[in-house]
Nanobody, 115 residues
Framework: QVQLVESGGGLVQPGGSLRLSCAAS????????MGWYRQAPGKEREFVAD???????NYGDSVKGRFTISGDFAKNTVYLQMNSLKPEDTAVYFC?????????WGQGTQVTVSA
């Protein structure tokens, strides 16, 4: 059973930065999509950013210019650099990897932005 494990979450003050990481417990072949999503209390899961093999990156409107996604498809690792964090960025952040090799989600990592 393949697992995706996120790390790097925590408590940060407004304006601060965090870098989230996501790694697979073993190599997953056939992945061509890696993304980050988030879910705040009482809200639906929201798209944050993705990285599509050979096609580049996409970002949700609320994070454009502040967050940067990067990753390595061969290593099944994906990162999210989050700068200029705002209280409304508070949520559980989930990584997702999908393709011919399947559709995988991590368990999530909590990000809290508060003074």
């Amino acid at each position: 059973q393949v697992q995706l494990v996120e790390s790097g979450g925590g408590l940060v003050q407004p304006g601060g930065s965090l870098r989230l990481s996501c790694a697979a417990s073993r190599t997953i072949l056939g992945i061509n999509y890696m993304g980050w999503y988030r879910q705040a209390p009482g809200k639906e899961r929201e798209f944050v950013a993705d990285l599509i093999r050979g096609r580049g990156t996409n970002y949700g409107d609320s994070v454009k210019g502040r967050f940067t996604i990067s990753g390595d498809f061969a290593k099944n690792t994906v990162y999210l650099q989050m700068n200029s964090l705002k209280p409304e960025d508070t949520a559980v952040y989930f990584c997702n990897e999908r393709g011919d090799g399947g559709d995988y989600w991590g368990q999530g990592t909590q990000v809290t932005v508060s003074a």
